[in-house]
């Protein structure tokens, strides 16, 4: 059974919005931090968005004020909606969780393809 799960990515048009999400299993226990991850075919993977269990968020320069994260602490889910998004966007997206362990988990990324 997956401990992520991981929708919404796609391929959309610059200047386009797409929404992912990512429901983490109830196996994982208490969850803190939660957040989005990509990498660009020949790039560093880098941290787009994270979001504390309390709400308190952080970004990426390159993506302040045109991504937003939230979280759903029901529902063990995070979102990340983007908009005006740029071909320089296009990359592999995972979901991130940090659970009050300490241990971290990842998603099998989804793909968001940004054309112009």
């Known amino acids: 059974q997956a401990q992520l799960v991981e929708s919404g990515g796609g391929l959309v048009q610059a200047g386009g919005s797409l929404r992912l999400s990512c429901a983490a299993s109830?196996?994982?226990?208490?969850?803190?931090?939660m957040g989005w991850y990509r990498q660009a075919p020949g790039k560093q993977r880098e941290l787009v968005a994270s979001?504390?269990?309390?709400?308190?968020?952080n970004y990426a320069d390159s993506v302040k004020g045109r991504f937003t994260t939230s979280r759903d602490n029901a529902k063990n889910t995070v979102y990340l909606q983007m908009s005006d998004l740029k071909p320089g966007d296009t990359a592999v997206y995972s979901c991130?969780?940090?659970?009050?362990?300490?241990?971290?988990?990842w998603g099998q990324g989804t793909q968001v393809t940004v054309s112009s």
């Open positions: 979001i504390t269990r309390s709400g308190t968020t």
């Open positions: 991130w969780v940090r659970s009050t362990l300490y241990l971290d988990y």
């Open positions: 109830r196996s994982l226990g208490s969850i803190n931090a």
